[in-house]
């Protein structure tokens, strides 16, 4: 498709945890121990939202110590205390630039093959290896802002999401907890609830329900805590199935090599509508559940 085509098709598509979790991966390979030797704003005060002080005191100058993610925010710490989160919305993307390679990830504009800076570079940072990152942002959603690395744990956003879905440490029965506070929703609006979950989205809440044999429109309460648990099962799976693909957004999300993620061609039920379902070969449907498209097997999930 054509630029102007599929941000129309895609309007409403945001990264998912797997895609921005591709990309820390990435970005945590190719600027981790690099020293950045100077910053430049492209007269987007939205997008890098940082006072210039701020910026000579506590980004130039600084190593770069890591790169981490919290949902579907990327952090970058910094020597000097201070981490620069990034969040890339709907169309944000990040490209190194080395005399060696050119690698990125993001939103797959021609900005990956175009002499950068271009028409959508909102920031440009330069180390002292003459490495340089541009964060590219087509419609100026995401950002770019530095905050004292101790105050990362009391931001709103860290606040308000909930755990992680990968991590060892968050079990079934904490899950359950979590889903049981939303009971009276649909079970796709609270696992869509980043408040319950974090980084759960569209498509992985299709395809995890899917793989519990869950109706995406039956009642949290309606759901025994032994389905629940095995749902809790198939979200991890499903995740961890599309990072080792590189994600899943394929016509908005690009790895740190600028190759689209895979997981879709290899998913069950979304965007397969019309298609037999891989366990019952009944036709897969699309519907509408908690105001999203919603793709399932009404044989395998049936309402009750």
């Not at 005191?57 to 710490?77: D, H, P, T, W, Y």
């Not at 169309?91 to 005399?99: F, M």
């Not at 990968?166 to 979590?178: D, G, M, V």
């Not at 749902?231 to 199935?241: S, T």
Request: hydrophobic share 35%; net charge positive; charged share 25%.
């Amino acid at each position: 498709m054509k630029e102007v085509d599929w941000l129309r098709y895609n309007k409403h598509v945001m990264p998912e945890l797997p895609e921005v979790e591709t990309i820390r991966r990435g970005l945590d390979a190719l600027i981790v121990g690099k020293t950045i030797h100077s910053a430049h704003n492209y007269d987007s005060p939205k997008s890098f939202p940082n006072a210039l002080g701020d910026v000579s005191s506590f980004l130039v100058g600084a190593n770069v110590v890591s790169v981490k993610r919290r949902a579907k925010l990327l952090l970058i710490e910094l020597s000097s205390g201070y981490t620069l989160a990034c969040h890339l919305k709907m169309t944000g993307q990040i490209i190194v630039v080395s005399d060696a390679a050119r690698w990125g990830g993001g939103h797959p504009s021609d900005s990956f093959l175009r002499t950068l800076p271009d028409n959508t570079t909102r920031e440009h940072i330069e180390f002292t290896d003459k490495t340089r990152l541009y964060f590219n942002d087509l419609r100026k959603f995401g950002w770019m802002k530095l905050y004292p690395t101790a105050e990362i744990p009391n931001i709103y956003f860290m606040r308000k999401v909930g755990p992680e879905p990968l991590e060892a440490s968050f079990t079934a029965e904490n899950f359950i907890l979590r889903m049981r506070r939303r009971s009276g929703t649909s079970v796709k609006a609270a696992l869509l609830d980043q408040t319950v979950l974090a980084g759960v989205g569209n498509i992985y809440a299709d395809e995890s329900l899917w793989g519990a044999k869950i109706h995406p429109g039956c009642k949290v309460a309606e759901v025994t805590d032994e389905k629940l648990a095995v749902l809790l099962n198939e979200v991890k799976k499903v995740m961890q199935l599309s990072i080792e693909k590189g994600g899943s957004t394929d016509k908005n999300y690009v790895n740190a090599e600028g190759k689209k993620g895979s997981y879709l061609s290899f998913a069950n039920v979304f965007r397969r509508e019309g298609h037999p379902c891989p366990r019952c070969g009944t036709t897969i449907i699309k519907t509408r559940v908690a105001g999203r498209g919603t793709h399932l097997c009404p044989n395998c999930q049936k309402l009750a």
